[in-house]
């Protein structure tokens, strides 16, 4: 079986630890590989050659730090299928799926190209009697990335690019469940032009997390993942003295107005609700019409399009609409909840409890799944699902659906289908979720602006990438600066006026 490694100092190393995660194939469920965990001690050795090699690289203009972004840039797209490939292999999401994964990391990876322009400071000439002022960005140092299962390149590439285009050093923890691309990415990098020790793996589990949160050199935690553990990271980072932004989990509603294209919204929502087994923290998972005329419409044209999904192995070729969960407990995890749904009274319409794919029997394959008539107090509603699984709940107009969007404690995502503009413009206005969809399932924004939800989906007060990404990796140093040209004064015991 394969021994994964960590990348430290330039080059692949094996863990020292002696404790390892398995890591699935989740077609099949057999295991491919295994990845080492990371004690503190070997946090803590990568974290001082960090810190050894940052030097330099801060020291390299921001313009050549810029055209390693280039030629990482080329090589992702020259690698894309290999990289896509070690995406699915691991997460079992579709080829397709897969290339998606990494081509929206490679965009945050183009707008790093422009980090330069991002990176110039602010400058005000004569602020007072021959006095200027300017303000620098400066790198913080060694930073760290933790990052979940789901977009094993994406995430990655979305804290590592600013990151290092700012003049960090980074460390970053994947997830031990697909850690792979993050290893070949950093190999590409490298390739690129990347000094080694500048950005290392270091992949391990809550050991290697603490040992992070509480390395006194790292400066910046950047995290991806479930509520629970974004809070913790965000709390524990914030106590030792760090920045953190961390991002958490998601509860997507979609509300559908009566005036909306039904078969749009419902094509909609099969992609957004299902696609890479619903493992998005964009996913639409509550579908909210507006109606019961809208309602009934809206299921009937849904039910015949979840029955036509195809689900298979990501070898299985390009008609497959999504793949595996990501591990056994997962399942069984999607599963039980599947039946509190119907213990609790909603109603399943499409039942992917009993799906079974012939060869793959022990893979972790779940069918996909709709209940109508879900109520607010049933868990299928309380808790993120993270699978194949789509809930309606019936709103009785406009304002009842915005009320329940607005009162769910998650706020990434959501969206709305309608033909009206003055609807669409007020739910945009008023509703208190950060990523918002017009007539737009999934609105992840584009590189060159930012990322980032609301309310319980986020901690941290900047978005990921774009923009606020230079700011959160950079810190601001403001020099105010006077030459003595034949001004002669005393000194100074109270603030200067500048007049
Ligand atoms: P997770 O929270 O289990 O793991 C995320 C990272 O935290 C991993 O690197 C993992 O090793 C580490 N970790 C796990 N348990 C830990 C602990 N007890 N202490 C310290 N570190 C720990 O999340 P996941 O299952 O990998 O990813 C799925 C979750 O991520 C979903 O909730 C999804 O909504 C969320 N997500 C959010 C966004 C976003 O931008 N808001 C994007 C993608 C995924």
């Given at each position: 079986m394969e021994e994964l490694t960590h990348y430290i100092d330039g080059k692949r190393v094996k863990g020292a630890s002696g404790r390892f995660s398995d890591v699935f194939n989740p077609a099949t469920g057999e295991v491919q590989a295994r990845v080492p965990l990371a004690t503190k001690a070997e946090l803590d050795a990568a974290v001082a050659v960090a810190a050894e090699a940052q030097k330099g690289w801060?020291?390299?203009n921001p313009q050549r730090r810029a055209r390693v972004m280039m030629k990482f840039g080329q090589l992702i797209n020259d690698h894309m299928d290999e990289l896509a490939e070690l995406v699915s292999r691991e997460h079992g999401k579709t080829l397709p799926d897969g290339r998606g994964d990494v081509q929206r990391g490679l965009e945050v990876v183009e707008v790093c190209m422009g980090a330069p322009h991002m990176l110039k400071g602010e400058?005000?000439?004569?602020?007072?009697?021959?006095?200027?002022?300017?303000?620098?960005?400066?790198?913080?140092?060694?930073?760290?990335?933790?990052?979940?299962?789901?977009?094993?390149?994406?995430?990655?590439?979305?804290?590592?690019?600013?990151?290092?285009?700012?003049g960090n050093a980074m460390i970053l923890k994947p997830s031990e469940r697909c850690p792979s691309t993050a290893l070949r990415l950093v190999e590409?990098?490298?390739?690129?032009?990347?000094?080694?020790?500048?950005?290392?793996?270091?992949?391990?589990?809550?050991?290697?997390?603490?040992?992070?949160?509480?390395?006194?050199?790292?400066?910046?935690?950047?995290?991806?993942?479930?509520t629970p553990i974004a809070q913790y990271i965000y709390g524990r980072a914030a106590t030792n003295g760090k920045r953190a932004q961390c991002f958490g989990g998601a509860k997507n509603h979609m509300i559908v107005m009566p005036d909306a294209d039904l078969d749009k919204a419902a094509d909609a929502l099969v992609g957004a609700g299902y696609?890479?087994?619903?493992?998005?923290?964009?996913?639409?998972?509550?579908?909210?019409?507006?109606?019961?005329?809208?309602?009934?419409?809206?299921?009937e044209r849904l039910v015949p399009r979840i029955e036509k999904l195809k689900v298979g192995p990501y070898t299985a070729?390009?008609?497959?609409?999504?793949?595996?969960?990501?591990?056994?407990?997962?399942?069984?995890?999607?599963?039980?909840?599947?039946d509190s749904g119907v213990d609790q009274g909603a109603e399943l319409l499409v039942d992917g409890r009993d799906f079974r794919l012939q060869g793959y029997e022990t893979g972790f394959f779940i069918g996909p799944?709709?209940?109508?008539?879900?109520?607010?107090?049933?868990?299928?509603?309380?808790?993120?699902?993270?699978?194949?699984?789509?809930?309606?709940?019936?709103?009785?107009?406009?304002?009842?659906?915005?009320?329940?969007?607005?009162?769910?404690?998650?706020?990434?995502?959501?969206?709305?289908?309608?033909?009206?503009?003055?609807?669409?413009?007020?739910?945009?206005?008023?509703?208190?979720?950060?990523?918002?969809?017009?007539?737009?399932?999934?609105?992840?924004?584009?590189?060159?602006?930012?990322?980032?939800?609301?309310?319980?989906?986020?901690?941290?007060?900047?978005n990921q990438y774009g923009p606020d990404a230079f700011r959160f990796y950079t810190r601001t140093k403001t020099v105010t600066e006077r030459w003595f040209s034949g001004i002669k004064e005393g000194g100074e015991f109270h603030f200067k006026q500048m007049d």
């Open positions: 801060a020291a390299t400058f005000t000439d004569d602020g007072g009697p021959g006095i200027d002022l300017y303000s620098m960005r400066q790198p913080l140092g060694v930073v760290a990335g933790i990052t979940p299962f789901n977009f094993p390149a994406m995430i990655p590439l979305w804290k590592m690019a600013p990151a290092l285009a700012c590409l990098i490298e390739e690129a032009g990347l000094p080694k020790g500048v950005l290392q793996v270091v992949n391990g589990d809550k050991e290697a997390v603490d040992a992070i949160l509480d390395n006194e050199t790292i400066q910046a935690v950047g995290f991806v993942g479930s696609g890479a087994a619903g493992e998005r923290c964009m996913a639409i998972s509550v579908a909210v019409p507006v109606g019961e005329k809208t309602a009934d419409a809206l299921v070729g390009a008609d497959v609409d999504y793949g595996p969960v990501i591990t056994k407990q997962a399942e069984e995890r999607i599963r039980g909840l599947i799944s709709l209940f109508d008539r879900v109520t607010p107090d049933m868990d299928i509603y309380k808790e993120e699902i993270f699978g194949p699984v789509l809930s309606q709940v019936r709103a009785e107009s406009y304002e009842d659906a915005l009320r329940l969007t607005m009162d769910n404690p998650y706020g990434n995502g959501t969206a709305i289908f309608t033909s009206d503009g003055d609807t669409a413009r007020d739910f945009a206005h008023r509703v208190n979720v950060g990523m918002v969809g017009i007539n737009f399932p999934i609105p992840v924004p584009l590189s060159y602006h930012t990322f980032g939800g609301w309310k319980k989906s986020a901690f941290g007060d900047l």
